[in-house]
């Protein structure tokens, strides 16, 4: 049987979620984004500015659209989370404060569902 161009994207894509999220997993928790923005900073053979500058952009886009999901019905928190973790890829001040927001979510869940 003959594997399609499409099987073998769904597949590579897969597998590369799948890498993301044991990585993310191994990490430890109050750390995860800033770990994540290090290693990403030491993998760059190149710093493109333009490449950079259009992740933080697309981050912003997404966020403003997770604001505007706030007044109708919608995803509007997960939304802005998705773009806050884009931004954060190219930003460690952003990364940080994600860390910081994860543990901070994690002692309140611990305290009023535990």
Same mark, same amino acid.
């Given at each position: 049987?003959?594997?399609?161009?499409?099987?073998? &994207?769904?597949?590579?894509?897969? !597998?590369?979620? *799948?890498?993301?999220?044991?990585? @993310?997993?191994? /990490?430890?928790? $109050?750390?995860?984004? !800033?770990?994540? &923005?290090?290693? !990403?900073? *030491?993998?760059?053979?190149?710093? /493109?500015?333009?490449?950079?500058?259009?992740?933080?952009?697309? $981050? +912003? +886009?997404?966020?403003?659209?997770?604001?505007?999901?706030?007044?109708?019905?919608?995803? $509007?928190?997960?939304?802005? @989370?998705?773009? %806050?973790?884009?931004? %954060?890829?190219? /930003?460690?001040?952003?990364? !940080?404060?994600?860390?910081?927001?994860?543990?901070?979510?994690?002692?309140?869940?611990?305290? &009023? @569902?535990?």
């Amino acid at each position: 049987m003959e594997i399609t161009i499409f099987e073998k &994207y769904k597949n590579s894509c897969k !597998r590369f979620i *799948q890498h993301r999220r044991e990585e @993310f997993q191994k /990490s430890i928790p $109050g750390q995860r984004f !800033r770990n994540r &923005y290090l290693r !990403r900073r *030491q993998k760059r053979t190149h710093n /493109s500015p333009v490449k950079r500058f259009f992740f933080i952009l697309i $981050g +912003l +886009l997404i966020v403003l659209l997770g604001m505007l999901l706030w007044f109708i019905p919608g995803p $509007g928190w997960l939304t802005i @989370f998705i773009g %806050a973790v884009i931004i %954060a890829r190219e /930003s460690l001040l952003v990364a !940080r404060f994600l860390d910081w927001l994860e543990l901070k979510l994690m002692k309140t869940a611990d305290k &009023y @569902f535990m």
